[in-house]
Each structure stands twice: as structure tokens, then as C-alpha cells.
């Protein structure tokens, strides 16, 4: 039986679970059910702090979990990424006061207080900076106003947090990271992840894409598939009235509307748009 983490709470928690339901697994009825067991598909479910699904996976106690890319980096385990979910996307930057410090290598010396003491310390060692990192479990944005640190590494989104406190980011990104699938090193049950792995792909290609469907005249088919080519081909078929075909085509679903002005204008009607619940590619 497959043995996955998912996460228990956060942010990270509700979207995993709608995603793991839109594949067509069991969802837990009761929030504080720790252990769940879907037998139609031989998979067990083990509902865990986001942070610890990484450590369960690399000691091989787990075949694999949901968790961020933050958090399997900054955990240091033998768990490995196998594929990205696209949801809870975040980015890590350096922040202090202004003029204290204005790129990664003026932080030799100082000290950088963060949550993710393991990621950030990788990351300052690949760059040849020596720094006292302080490790703190809760917000970081008033360590260097209370005297504990310099520099802070953290989530920023817009940056007005930061702000508040008289910070601004500098130098590039630590990490942009996102919730991912993670796997053990060294699985033996890679052929159940792979179904596992294909079936998330699923659910992430039908949030991205929607199915177009038109009419029109024969003689415009050619420019038509142009603008809808779909992923590897569009469906024609032939109407009843020999002049028109009927096309039917994946599309981009943030393209969609320029996509129908694009087709109104070169002549199709009847143009219709029909959401993607699950898919195979």
C-alpha cells in the first residue's frame, strides 16, 4: 500500500486535500483524522505539520507527501522533489534597514534571523558568506528592531510588511518556492507514485486549460487551427451544411476570451467553452 503525507494545516492543507479529491481520491471527513485509508486505490494518507512531511519521506517511513519547496529544502532530508503543484506560491528575499546592507556578500559577518535556518544556511554557504544565522519560529519582520539580528530571510509578497517596519529587500530571490510532490530518494513503490504523479498532472492541466469548441466555414479551417492548435492537433468534423466544420481544441484558459474575439473576427460562431474536470495527456 502507498504510504503519502498531506498536509494537516495551513495554507498548504485545503488546497492539497480539493486536489487530491479532484484526482479522485478519498477525502477525510473529520478534520482531526489523522490516518486515512482509501482501498480502492491502495493508498494511505497520514495528515502531518507541513514542516515534518519531509523528514517522514527521507527517513523512508513514508513513500512520499505534499509539502512546500521551502520546507523540503530547509529540512536537509533524502526526499526529493518530483514534480511541482502550482499552488501556494511564495518567494524568499533578504531584507534590513536601508543603507545597511546592499547585496548578499555585505552580509559576512552579520546576523540573519529567519524560520528557515537550514535553507537560508545553504544558501549563504553556496555564496562564500559567513553569517551567525538565528533561528526563530514565528514572524521574523522585528528581529533587527528588537536588537536580535541584522538582516531577516522571509516570505515577502508585496512588501509592505517590511515596509512597516523601515526594511526593503535586496539582492535576488533565495528561492521561489511552491507547494511539490516529494518522493524518497530511493522508492520502491515508484510505479504507484508515477499513477499518483499523473493523476495531480491531471487536475494541474485541467485548471490551465479549457476545451473550445466552434463552427466555421471550410475555407477558413486552416487559419482557424492556427489560432487553436490544441496540444497536439484540433478535432474537425464535418457539419450537416458541407460549407462549415466543427473544431474542437484545448486552449489556454487565460486566453480564452482573446481566443473567441481572435475567432469571432475571422468568421466562427458558435463558439463555446467547456471547463477540463480531469485529463490524461
Do not use: W
Not at 118 to 127: K, R
Not at 253 to 270: E, I
Not at 275 to 281: E, G, K, M, P
Request: aromatic share 6%; proline share 4%; hydrophobic share 45%.
Amino acid at each position: 500500500m502507498l504510504r503519502i503525507a498531506v498536509p494537516n494545516k495551513g495554507s498548504l492543507s485545503q488546497a492539497a486535500a480539493e486536489m487530491l479529491r479532484e484526482a479522485g481520491y478519498r477525502g477525510r471527513r473529520d478534520p482531526k483524522e489523522l490516518v486515512l485509508t482509501d482501498p480502492d486505490h491502495d493508498i494511505e494518507f497520514f495528515f502531518l505539520r507541513p514542516r515534518d512531511i519531509a523528514v517522514y519521506v527521507g527517513s523512508g517511513s513514508l513513500d512520499g507527501g505534499i509539502t512546500g519547496r521551502d520546507l523540503l529544502l530547509d529540512s536537509g532530508t533524502a526526499a526529493v522533489e518530483s514534480m511541482a503543484l502550482g499552488f501556494a506560491a511564495s518567494t524568499f528575499r533578504f531584507a534590513a534597514r536601508p543603507g545597511v546592507v546592499a547585496s548578499v556578500q555585505d552580509i559576512d559577518g552579520k546576523r540573519v534571523a529567519t524560520s528557515y535556518a537550514g535553507l537560508v544556511s545553504t544558501y549563504l554557504a553556496e555564496h562564500g558568506v559567513r553569517a551567525d544565522v538565528v533561528r526563530l519560529d514565528g514572524a521574523v519582520e522585528t528581529a533587527i528592531t528588537l536588537g536580535v539580528a541584522d538582516v531577516i530571510a522571509d516570505v515577502v509578497e508585496t512588501g509592505s510588511t517590511l515596509r512597516q517596519q523601515g526594511l526593503e529587500v535586496f539582492g535576488d530571490p533565495i528561492l521561489r518556492s511552491e507547494a511539490v510532490l516529494i518522493q524518497r530518494s530511493d522508492n520502491e513503490s515508484q510505479v504507484a507514485l508515477d499513477v499518483l504523479g499523473r493523476r495531480l498532472q491531471g487536475v494541474i492541466t485541467a485548471h490551465s486549460y479549457v476545451m473550445m469548441d466552434y463552427d466555421v466555414r471550410v475555407e477558413l479551417v486552416e487559419q482557424a487551427c492556427a489560432l487553436t492548435p490544441g496540444l497536439e492537433s484540433p478535432t474537425v468534423s464535418p457539419l450537416h451544411d458541407r460549407g462549415y466544420a466543427a473544431v474542437r481544441a484545448m486552449v489556454p484558459r487565460h486566453r480564452t476570451n482573446q481566443l473567441m474575439d481572435d475567432l469571432y473576427d475571422l468568421g466562427a460562431r458558435a463558439i463555446l467553452i467547456t471547463d477540463i474536470s480531469a485529463c490524461r495527456l
